[in-house]
């Protein structure tokens, strides 16, 4: 299947997004370092850099874009000096850096170029929609179209006189109106939405146009809610209804398709869609410290790209990385029917554990040992930080200690925890914990949460469930149960490095655990588009 239709829902509407801040008081998650904005990558260190997640060769990018465009700061390892960095790819996982597509050149944009999207228009017309900031630091939204549309690389783009499209509105937050989705089509209308914040209630603005220029803020939001602060890169798709995984134009509507609304929370460093309650996690954060980010000379990676599509029953949405990523897939090892008692790990030998895709069933056979659900922990979060791996339990934790030392001194488990609530059905926790990832002090300035959602699994009747993990030096991303709960967690280990770290299936609950099958890979590095055409 075409690799760009089964992606569309992606990598059309999402193509780059970012938090963003300015020294006037933009209110979001990235700090301001100005004496580090300008500091160039004297070297760059390897230690920690992934090889199979899309990184330029040094300073520093975000770490929320999908493919070909993504927020760069071309002058140091640290937020600041943004452009649109352009890199190419056909298959989404051997890249060709180019020269950056949009900086700041006129006075809508003078301040900084942020985030934004493509939409196509008819007569297979791309078009860039992108926040700018303003001489008045107003966050402002433009448009860039291709200076040749008959380049298939897209590599420069035409920054109109008639920007800005939209401005903010006078009762709008002038320093909380950013990135634009990509537009859709209903009933004679493009019609697109900008994340926002009205005190502290997040916001997606809806503006609808007949000609993609002149465009008019609808009365009321696409959607809201109270207490969430800024909204970054919302979305809104369609998705084919019983697990057609087919990619659909973002104009699609019909009784065969539902909508999905999704959005970044700036305050949590989390996503969510309107689905459900489960995290929709893309977001690949950066969690070491500004100094150690100057000091190796790089921040920031690529999730790896993935497929999105409506679970058959249609009650979540799925993910799962695109199955190009198979084609790095090296060296091979099996571990099949292995019980694991509790407090036992055993190790997966064979592969290299620091660069690895693993995919693992576990099956459990009685749930009466199920813990109750504690009613006070608002999240999933506060539920993994309560009961972490190291935590015994009754039926789990089990699952995967990944980047481990060989005595386990460092580790970061990726694990699941099943639990009864109060009217006694079972909820199932699915955990990525950093705090014991490195031997650095817990309290450091490193970014080491709990992350964490529930699954939303029949485990009393299934008496199984998956786990695939793809464990990347400084980056464990875990999809859980076929994709339905996904988590990537960044980490910096100090002795589980290159050919120190070690991988281990591991039991702490009394109920026993069998893992069912397990295979593991090497994970081989991609080439470049230029190796791939010598």
């Known amino acids: 299947m075409d690799i760009v239709k089964r992606l569309l829902p992606v990598f059309l509407f999402a193509w780059c997004c970012v938090f963003v801040i300015n020294k006037n008081g933009v209110e979001a998650s990235h700090r301001i370092y100005q004496h580090l904005q300008n500091v160039m990558a004297v070297e760059v260190k390897d230690t920690h850099r992934t090889k199979y997640h899309f990184q330029p060769p040094h300073h520093w990018i975000n770490a929320d874009c999908t493919t070909y465009f993504y927020q760069y700061n071309p002058k140091g390892s640290v937020w600041g000096n943004i452009v649109w960095a352009h890199s190419v790819s056909k298959d989404l996982i051997s890249w060709e850096a180019l020269e950056p597509a949009i900086y700041p050149s006129k006075p809508f944009d003078i301040n900084g170029c942020w985030s934004g999207s493509a939409t196509i228009l008819p007569?297979?017309?791309?078009?860039?929609?992108?926040?700018?900031?303003?001489?008045?630091?107003?966050?402002?939204?433009?448009?860039?179209?291709?200076?040749?549309?008959?380049?298939?690389?897209?590599?420069?783009?035409?920054?109109?006189?008639?920007?800005?499209?939209?401005?903010?509105?006078?009762?709008?937050?002038?320093?909380?109106?950013?990135?634009?989705?990509?537009?859709?089509?209903?009933?004679?209308?493009?019609?697109?939405?900008?994340?926002?914040?009205?005190?502290?209630?997040?916001?997606?603005?809806?503006?609808?146009?007949?000609?993609?220029?002149?465009?008019?803020?609808?009365?009321?939001?696409?959607?809201?809610?109270?207490?969430?602060?800024?909204?970054?890169?919302?979305?809104?798709?369609?998705?084919?209804?019983?697990?057609?995984?087919?990619?659909?134009?973002?104009?699609?509507?019909?009784?065969?398709?539902?909508?999905?609304?999704?959005?970044?929370?700036?305050?949590?460093?989390?996503?969510?869609?309107?689905?459900?309650?489960?995290?929709?996690?893309?977001?690949?954060?950066?969690?070491?410290?500004?100094?150690?980010?100057?000091?190796?000379?790089?921040?920031?990676?690529?999730?790896?790209?993935?497929?999105?599509?409506?679970?058959?029953?249609?009650?979540?949405?799925?993910?799962?990385?695109?199955?190009?990523?198979?084609?790095?897939?090296?060296?091979?090892?099996?571990?099949?029917?292995?019980?694991?008692?509790?407090?036992?790990?055993?190790?997966?030998?064979?592969?290299?554990?620091?660069?690895?895709?693993?995919?693992v069933t576990f099956s459990v056979a009685n749930m009466d040992k199920a813990e109750m659900y504690d009613p006070n922990w608002k999240d999933a979060q506060t539920a993994c930080a309560a009961k972490r791996s190291n935590v015994p339990g009754g039926v789990g934790p089990f699952g995967l200690l990944t980047l481990a030392s060989q005595n386990l001194e460092e580790f970061t488990p990726v694990f699941f925890r099943i639990f009864k609530s109060q009217d006694q059905k079972l909820k199932v926790l699915l955990c990525s914990d950093a705090k014991f990832s490195t031997l650095k002090p817990f309290d450091e300035k490193q970014y080491r949460p709990s992350f964490a959602g529930l699954v939303d699994v029949d485990i009393a009747k299934d008496k199984k469930i998956s786990l695939r993990s793809l464990i990347d030096h400084s980056a464990v991303e875990s999809f859980g149960a076929g994709g339905r709960t996904c988590i990537l967690c960044r980490v910096y280990p100090t002795l589980a490095i290159n050919d120190a770290a070690h991988l281990f299936v591991f039991n702490n609950g009394t109920e026993p655990i069998t893992v069912e099958t397990l295979t593991a890979w090497s994970m081989n590095a991609p080439k470049s588009m230029n190796e791939g055409q010598q």
């Open 123 to 359: 007569g297979n017309k791309p078009i860039i929609l992108y926040t700018g900031l303003d001489p008045e630091k107003r966050q402002v939204q433009n448009y860039a179209i291709p200076k040749n549309d008959t380049d298939p690389y897209l590599r420069e783009w035409i920054k109109p006189e008639d920007n800005p499209l939209v401005t903010p509105s006078p009762e709008m937050n002038v320093s909380q109106f950013r990135d634009p989705t990509t537009a859709w089509w209903h009933n004679g209308h493009w019609r697109m939405t900008v994340g926002g914040k009205r005190k502290h209630r997040g916001m997606s603005y809806l503006y609808r146009s007949v000609d993609f220029r002149f465009w008019i803020k609808a009365r009321h939001p696409l959607h809201s809610a109270a207490d969430t602060g800024m909204w970054e890169c919302p979305d809104f798709f369609p998705v084919l209804k019983n697990g057609n995984k087919q990619g659909l134009d973002t104009s699609k509507v019909g009784p065969d398709v539902k909508h999905v609304f999704k959005v970044s929370l700036d305050e949590t460093r989390y996503e969510y869609y309107t689905l459900g309650t489960e995290d929709f996690v893309g977001l690949a954060n950066e969690s070491d410290s500004a100094d150690e980010d100057t000091a190796k000379g790089w921040a920031g990676i690529q999730a790896i790209p993935r497929e999105v599509w409506l679970s058959p029953e249609g009650k979540q949405v799925l993910q799962w990385p695109i199955q190009e990523l198979e084609t790095l897939r090296g060296q091979k090892v099996d571990l099949n029917n292995q019980n694991l008692e509790q407090g036992k790990h055993v190790e997966v030998k064979g592969i290299t554990a620091a660069q690895a895709d693993v995919e």
